[in-house]
């Protein structure tokens, strides 16, 4: 009996770190058309595991190391690549950016793919403290705020995502006079306010503030009197 074809035959678990190479400039890392080396290392991690991967991570490492303190950072996924994960089922789909880290389940993926159908680009930029309220100021004080979006080539933005989840950590090392318990994410409104988001919490062992969201906005790291 022939077996069947190894795009047919699912084995394993893996994860899989992509490192691409990035233009930095101006405190900007840019990372653009990546089709390309994803299908190289997909298609390399299938023959070591002998057949299509099941529950396959893909996790894609943005080389932040010339930018230092980046204040921007952009990864256009091509149209290719958004299909090639979209295909293979990926699991989950993590931007690794250093300080930030972004992970896409296999549901808010193809929600993306769905929206935008096209390239899509994703924007983590350090924002400007100048707008927040007095209140959100004390609260925030000298911890970091970034803007997060997904936008495609043609400008389409989208806000939230109708399916899906997005996981989101962001580095942060609490100081001794710093309780734990007390530290959370924060959504910045339009109005400058910090919202508490629901479920946030500050990891010790990771040095990292999480969270879960469908929606891309601006969050700062914030820590309650």
């Known amino acids: 009996m022939t077996p069947p074809p190894a795009e047919d035959t699912p084995v ?6 992509v490192k691409v190479k990035s233009a930095v400039k101006n405190n900007t890392v840019k990372v653009k058309n ?3 080396v994803l299908k190289k290392e997909i298609t390399k991690a299938e023959k070591e595991q002998g057949g299509r991967i099941k529950d396959l991570s893909v996790e894609i490492t ?6 230092g303190n980046w204040k921007n950072l952009h990864l256009e996924m091509d149209g290719q690549a958004v299909n090639l994960l979209v295909k293979k089922n990926v699991k989950e789909w993590k931007v690794n950016g250093g300080n930030v880290n972004l992970t896409f389940d296999s549901k808010a993926l193809k929600e ?6 096209t390239a899509v680009v994703i924007k983590m930029k350090q924002a400007d403290k100048k707008n ?4 959100a100021g004390k609260i925030i004080g000298k911890r970091p705020v970034y803007d997060f979006s997904v936008t495609g080539i ?10 899906g989840r997005i996981r989101v950590a962001v580095s942060y090392n609490a100081s001794k006079k710093e309780k734990d ?14 919202v508490k988001i629901p479920g946030s919490y500050y990891d010790s062992d990771t040095k990292t503030v999480n969270f879960v969201s469908r929606g891309f906005f601006t969050v700062a ?5």
């Open 12 to 17: 394993s678990v893996k994860n899989l770190n």
């Open 34 to 36: 990546i089709a390309a």
């Open 62 to 67: 943005l080389d932040t190391a010339k930018a």
């Open 112 to 117: 993306l793919k769905k929206e935008m159908n």
């Open 132 to 135: 927040l309220s007095a209140r």
């Open 154 to 163: 043609k400008k389409k933005q989208s806000s939230v995502l109708k399916k």
């Open 181 to 194: 318990k007390k530290i959370f994410a924060y959504k910045i409104d339009k109005y400058g306010a910090a």
């Open 221 to 225: 790291v914030g820590c309650e009197k």
